[in-house]
């Protein structure tokens, strides 16, 4: 089939930079595909079972946007700023189809289940429209509209996982992959789209995981993140011997795979993350010790009114058993919110000072952006003005980034395992790669391979990288 492209385009959630794949060079009988993908490592997974199910029907894809028969856009609801990018987008496609009429436009994801049919009345170009849980259904969609018809399909199934599709991966270095282990989410924190955009929870079977983890390690890959909105709720019940897995299980099963190969997840829930989940982490040196617990504020208050449904100390005695169970080099990052509906200063200096009694090594940030249709927009008032907002951030963020520091010098003079992802992109005599805490390190090459595992003991650290030597 023909080439291949996803460009990834982060709104501020986890991935930063726009990723091309490589092209492939096989027949493409159906046109050329060419596909953009925004948001969240979720989004990027389901980009990759996208591409899957389109080559499989003999679609091909391209990187080059001109050359493409179909463009599809992979869009995030998760703040006004992201689907604006989107909007913006678009609006840059104009003249690709003015010159080619016949090129097919479509929207997948969270903006296109949030906006459905309104998609395809607000903006003209748009010829499709796939929520996350119709993408076995691009190919009827795509058939639709060679037929002159606008196809839509914003169905949300309480089933569907995508459990036995084989992604395609992109944009991959070769030495780590994500699987998804779960769709949509139950928690309907009050600010959030996703239960809107995602559906309900449900877990992928336990079987159909681990093939896909072990295919990756027998292909070289070393690293898995096993991906959901949240994760720590996964349940699946096995239907031949009647175990119950919960994640927990789930880990150390991945685990055991091969002790090379090193299992991360994403996302944690601060109210589901049981000390099972932690002592299967300790137990397993090839789980890595970095956990992404989200915290939005630090304001009993306002975590109330998010939904949700812990309070600040509950928080910190969670951070208290990460770090006694874990110990001390446990990695630990957070998501924050200002200026969520009603947020006094003294809510905002409870933030900043649970930032200050955990000292986190990383964290998300974001100005609160109402989502129409959400429990906030419906019951609160969006009052905290923006320049407010963004005062509030910018502090949340230098306080973070002094953190950041903080945590960095501690690493220096120990020694770390570093998984090797590749060249530097600074200076080719140097390798990258992680500390089992999800730091990066740049260090002078030997004669390592990428995907080989080297120890290196850390000499310095930039504000966002360690540095180190080979030893
Ligand atoms: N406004 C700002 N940030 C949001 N997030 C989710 N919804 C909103 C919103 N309406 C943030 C949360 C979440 C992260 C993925 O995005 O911090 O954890
Ligand atoms: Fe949104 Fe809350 Fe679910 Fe995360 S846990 S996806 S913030 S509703």
């Not at 018809?149 to 270095?173: C, D, M, W």
């Not at 769709?183 to 959030?192: A, I, Q, V």
């Not at 309900?200 to 993140?225: Q, V």
Request: proline share 3%.
């Amino acid at each position: 089939m023909q080439e291949l492209n996803i460009v990834a385009k982060s709104s501020g959630d986890n991935l930063d930079s726009p990723r091309i794949s490589t092209d492939s060079d096989e027949l493409n009988l159906l046109g050329k595909v060419y596909i953009e993908s925004y948001g969240c490592q979720m989004n990027f997974a389901d980009s990759e079972v996208v591409t899957s199910i389109l080559l499989d029907k003999g679609y091909g894809t391209t990187s080059n946007i001109h050359d493409a028969d179909t463009i599809l856009l992979n869009t995030c609801a998760i703040r006004d700023n992201a689907e604006q990018k989107i909007r913006h987008r678009l609006q840059s496609f104009k003249a690709i189809k003015s010159k080619k009429p016949k090129v097919v436009i479509g929207i997948l994801g969270c903006m296109a289940e949030r906006l459905k049919n309104q998609l395809l009345e607000e903006e003209k170009l748009v010829d499709l429209v796939a929520g996350p849980d119709a993408y076995r259904d691009l190919p009827n969609l795509l058939d639709q509209i060679e037929n002159g018809q606008k196809a839509i399909n914003v169905f949300l199934s309480k089933e569907e996982t995508y459990g036995n599709i084989a992604p395609v991966r992109l944009h991959s270095n070769g030495v780590s992959a994500f699987v998804s282990i779960m769709r949509g989410c139950d928690n309907m924190c009050s600010f959030c789209v996703v239960p809107f955009t995602r559906g309900r929870e449900r877990s992928r079977d336990l079987e159909s995981i681990l093939n896909e983890c072990s295919d990756l390690f027998n292909k070289g890959y070393r690293e898995i993140t096993l991906l959901g909105q949240n994760v720590d709720s996964y349940r699946w019940l096995n239907p031949i011997t009647n175990e119950l897995v919960t994640f927990d299980k789930l880990i150390g099963y991945a685990a055991e795979i091969n002790s090379d190969l090193r299992i991360r997840f994403s996302t944690s829930h601060p109210k589901d993350i049981t000390n099972d989940v932690l002592h299967a982490m300790a137990k397993y040196p090839n789980i890595c010790k970095n956990i992404h617990l989200p915290a939005q504020s630090g304001s009993n208050r306002i975590l109330e009114l998010m939904n949700r449904t812990y309070t600040r100390e509950w928080y910190l005695e969670r951070i208290d058993s990460i770090r006694s169970i874990l110990g001390d080099r446990c990695g630990i990052s957070h998501d924050i919110i200002a200026g969520f509906c009603s947020e006094s200063d003294q809510d905002h200096q409870d933030t900043l000072n649970l930032l200050e009694s955990v000292i986190f090594d990383f964290g998300y940030m974001f100005t609160y952006s109402e989502r129409p249709g959400t429990p906030a927009a419906k019951k609160y008032k969006d009052d905290v003005q923006p320049d407010i907002k963004a005062k509030r951030l910018q502090e949340i963020i230098d306080l973070q980034r002094k953190h950041s520091g903080i945590r960095n010098k501690q690493m220096i003079g120990s020694i770390q395992r570093i998984l090797v992802e590749g060249n530097s992109k600074k200076s080719s005599l140097h390798h990258y790669g992680k500390t089992d805490n999800y730091k990066v390190v740049v260090f002078e090459k030997g004669t390592e391979k990428i995907g080989s595992y080297v120890n290196v003991k850390i000499t310095g650290c930039t504000t966002g990288t360690l540095l180190g030597e080979l030893i």
